[in-house]
């Protein structure tokens, strides 16, 4: 998987040296690929751009209409077997080869999708052990040999991940999830024939 966010960015917002081991390097992938599928899912779209191909398609007056936006290059555009353009027929259809989608790890409008993954990895379980995710020591004492810790058990303010509601902007429209509302029987409630 292709990252848009890297793992020295990811490192040094947690306090990590750079540059990373192999070891702390895996980790920090692994945290961001972890983040970056849980907002492909979010949006229904992938993060990167896509090439596609699509049979069938008439030009229209504005140019193709094609499935996926936003088109960033028409590759080819080669005509249907099938398709002639007669009369008869109207007008002919192509198979169109494009390349679509959003372009999160380069383009300036979508750093909220970068920040989102950013933030969501440096959340992530297998760092719990970053320098700024560890609890900060209040007081100590030396004789008695022990250690008070502040009380915050989450990491700071600046490492918490926004809500992912932050990047609807880029979810795919017409996306959602259907379920039957489940209703209890309310009490008292008898059913004809049972019991």
Do not use: K
Not at 122 to 142: F, G, T
Not at 155 to 177: I, K, N, Q
């Amino acid at each position: 998987m292709e990252l848009i966010v890297t793992a020295e960015e990811v490192a040094r917002r947690l306090g990590l040296s750079v540059p990373l081991t192999d070891e702390v390097r895996q980790r920090v992938e692994t945290a961001v690929e972890d983040a970056q599928e849980t907002l492909v899912a979010h949006l229904g779209r992938p993060l990167l751009p896509v090439q596609y191909t699509e049979s069938g398609i008439r030009a229209g007056t504005s140019g193709w209409n094609l499935s996926h936006a936003p088109v960033i290059t028409v590759i080819s555009a080669v005509p249907d077997a099938t398709s002639l353009p007669t009369p008869s027929f109207g007008t002919p259809t192509y198979t169109v080869t494009y390349i679509a989608g959003i372009d999160a790890s380069t383009d300036p409008e979508t750093a909220p999708l970068r920040l989102w993954v950013r933030a969501t990895a440096c959340h992530h379980p297998l760092l719990a052990d970053a320098p700024l995710r560890q609890r900060r020591i209040a007081s100590a004492s030396v004789e008695g040999q022990s250690v008070t810790y502040d009380t915050a058990v989450e990491p700071p303010v600046l490492l918490a991940p926004p809500d992912l509601t932050t990047t609807d902007r880029w979810r795919l429209r017409g996306r959602r999830v259907y379920q039957d509302p489940v209703r209890p029987n309310p009490p008292g409630l008898t059913v004809p024939g049972g019991p």
